[in-house]
């Protein structure tokens, strides 16, 4: 507890910021201008919306790499910017500020560098689109809240770019919204990620109510003053509000559907932004969940079932973008195993994270390229033999498929593999199930993309006769190849330097070759058990489902009860509406019931009463003498009745 109140002090130890640093609001500012003049312009932007779309991220990465320079070479690595003071009532003062330190800069480059690759992109992929300027409005608005989440210095700020994260992720995964499927999606996660921000919003109460503020320096200092039962509810909160955003379990199933939105979309919201902020809050709260085993290890369960749903679910979807955002649940996964097994591997999840960030957007946009060449057909087993076509998109491809399964020396050999060590360093029986899980994981992993890259690029052509494959434009290839050389040399560079540079954040790096003493299977038998997975997944996928095999067009119904399972998401959906969805529905027919005949029935009874009683009453008073003649005697005659009564009693 100790060791971790230190780091918490150290880690917010702010100094108030200065030249350069005073113009960080920019970073939020700019994409943030380029939606509010996009949006209140209107279709007189449509000439050159995308430019400036284009633009307003560009400008911000520029600032960003600007600033990482400068912060570089000071002497505090955390800058504070007080802004204002947003509200001031009796106890409660919320100050509007940000933070600027190793963890968010990092995040900032990520966010904006692929944000501004993914915005180029756009420019070829949605250039037929007549509502291409609002589009790109969109794109900057959700880079814009996602700047203010990771920037903010505190929980409220952190939860003003959650929820505009939120919104904006709803805008375009309907911006086709004249289909079905896309507003369904949109609406699903909306409401599923409304679910986790409840969490949220609770432990930021909680934040308040004892230790009178939400700012991150107040909080995480006052950490060692809060019951351990108290500590443990606000961490298992929080991990509710991240594993909304980030697609975890239980809170995954709207992951998958918000396929529906375009391409460029998917990448976005699967690659460096959306998805990532869950684990930004779990890594940015780290003095919270140092004080806390309990919640650390829920985060470590939750990470591990759900990088295996990922994989199983991944290995029988035949629409390429749904095979790769199931495999963007499994690799979140993998991030939380990693910031769940606490000091000195946070570090590790943020290594992954930005490995992540590079392969994974290359192979949406590479899936974005396929589409763009076959008619937007998502369906695998009409593609086939598409290597001869379109050989930008393939060698791509390619490389991020070869880093996402972790070969070496491509980043996700660096990111990934520290991470499975880390889970079996943990020792025990814990220790053999999170490090177990994990090493499964990574041969899923090489199985499912394996099966992706043979049905997408080789075998025989399987398209319709209407579909001419052909390459795409630079302004999609282009990013795509930037992303390319990401995936293929960042690893090293990012093993190297990343941890060292969050440490200030995060608190050191672990010593994998040292905490792998404590673990059964020594580090270098590990590596190579792990490369036996992967190959043995590869090989696999390719026995199955290479050149040599007819892929029908059309799936086999007749399958196993797992293959079944997995086609149907193992299921999440019916468990949702089995256990949430219907009961959901009863309890709102019930209410409406009781509302119609109890509340209603009860308010309309008396009132009715009140009047039936009012119209008898007021027969009463007629305007006739001699009623009121006759009511004074049938009164006074009464009077005396009673007193005769009590005078002979």
């Known amino acids: 507890m100790t060791t971790s109140m230190n780091l918490a002090a150290d880690q917010v130890d702010a100094v108030t910021a200065g030249a350069p640093f005073n113009l960080m609001w920019l ?40 600033l990482f320079f400068h912060l570089k070479g000071t002497d505090s690595r955390a800058q504070n910017l007080h802004m204002f003071t947003w509200t001031a009532s009796g106890d409660l003062k919320i100050d509007a500020g940000l933070l600027l330190d190793p963890l968010s800069i990092t995040f900032v480059l990520l966010i904006t560098g692929v944000g501004s690759l993914i915005h180029i992109y756009s420019i070829g992929y949605m250039s037929h689109d007549p509502e291409r300027r609002k589009f790109f409005a969109y794109l900057n608005l959700f880079v814009a809240a996602m700047l203010l989440l990771v920037l903010g210095n ?15 992720s709803y805008l375009l995964i309907s911006f086709w919204n004249k289909r079905p499927a896309a507003a369904t999606a949109a609406k699903k996660a909306f409401i599923m990620n409304r679910v986790g921000d409840v969490g949220l919003a609770i432990a930021i109460f909680i934040m308040f109510t004892k230790v009178g503020s939400t700012q991150y320096a107040d909080v995480f200092n006052s950490v060692g003053t809060l019951t351990g039962g108290l500590v443990t509810a606000i961490g298992l909160l929080l991990l509710l509000g991240a594993c909304g955003k980030s ?3 239980p809170l995954q199933a709207w992951l ?29 709260s780290n003095p919270i969940f140092d004080a806390t085993d309990t919640a650390r290890l829920v985060v470590t369960i939750v990470g591990a079932i ?20 199931y495999s963007t649940v499994s690799q979140i996964g993998y991030m939380f195993l990693a910031v769940g097994l606490g000091p000195g591997v946070y570090a590790l999840a943020i290594v992954h994270l930005v490995a992540h960030g590079f392969f ?93 890259m043979c049905m997408t690029f080789f075998g025989k052509p399987r398209w319709d006769d209407d579909v001419h494959p052909h390459e795409s434009p ?87 009860p797992l293959v079944a399972a997995a086609r149907a998401n193992l299921y999440g959906d019916k468990f949702n509406e089995a256990v949430f969805e219907k009961p959901g529905l009863a309890l709102t027919r019930a209410s409406l019931w009781i509302e119609d005949h109890g509340v209603d029935g009860a308010v309309n009874g008396l009132s009715g009463g009140v009047g039936a009683t009012s119209t008898r009453v007021r027969r009463i008073q007629n305007g006739a003498v001699r009623s009121y003649a006759l009511s004074m005697l049938v009164g006074v005659v009464a009077v005396i009745i009673a007193l005769l009564a009590v005078r002979f009693a």
């Not at 979309?265 to 869950?278: C, D, E, K, R």
């Not at 996928?541 to 040599?548: A, D, M, N, Q, R």
Request: glycine fraction near 14%.
């Open 27 to 66: 970073l939020i500012a700019l994409p943030a201008a380029g939606a509010i003049v996009l949006l209140l312009l209107g279709k007189r932007a449509n000439a050159w919306g995308h430019l400036l779309g284009c633009a307003m991220p560009i400008l911000s990465f520029a600032l960003g790499l600007f």
């Open 154 to 168: 505190s929980y409220v700020a952190l939860y003003f770019g959650w929820e505009g994260v939120g919104v904006a």
């Open 247 to 249: 697609g975890q379990v």
């Open 256 to 284: 998958p559907d918000a396929m529906e939105g375009p391409t460029p979309v998917s990448a976005l919201i699967h690659a460096a932004t959306m998805v990532t902020a869950g684990v930004y809050l779990i890594a940015r």
């Open 306 to 325: 759900t990088l295996l749903y990922g994989c199983v679910a991944g290995c029988a979807y035949d629409d390429i973008k749904k095979v790769l955002a």
């Open 360 to 452: 994974k957007a290359g192979l949406f946009l590479g899936a974005g390229s396929v589409m763009h060449g076959m008619n937007d057909e998502v369906d695998m087993r009409k593609f086939g033999g598409l290597w001869k076509h379109m050989k930008i998109t393939f060698v791509t491809f390619t490389l991020g498929y070869l880093a996402l399964i972790g070969i070496p020396p491509l980043s996700g050999y660096f990111s990934k593999d520290p991470i499975i060590e880390a889970g079996f360093a943990r020792g025990g029986v814990e220790g053999w199930l999170l490090g177990g899980a994990a090493l499964l994981g990574a041969g899923l992993t090489a199985f499912y993309m394996t099966r992706l």
């Open 474 to 560: 630079a302004t999609m290839t282009v990013p795509m190849m930037i992303l390319a050389i990401g995936s293929l040399g960042g690893g090293v560079w990012l093993a190297a330097v990343l941890p060292d540079w969050l440490a200030t954040s995060l608190g050191a790096p672990i010593d994998l070759h040292h905490a792998m003493e404590e673990s059964p299977i020594p580090s270098g038998v590990l590596l190579a058990i792990t490369l036996v997975f992967i190959v043995g997944g590869v090989a696999l996928g390719v026995l199955l489902f290479g050149p040599k095999r007819e892929i029908p067009k059309v799936a086999p119904a007749r399958v196993s």
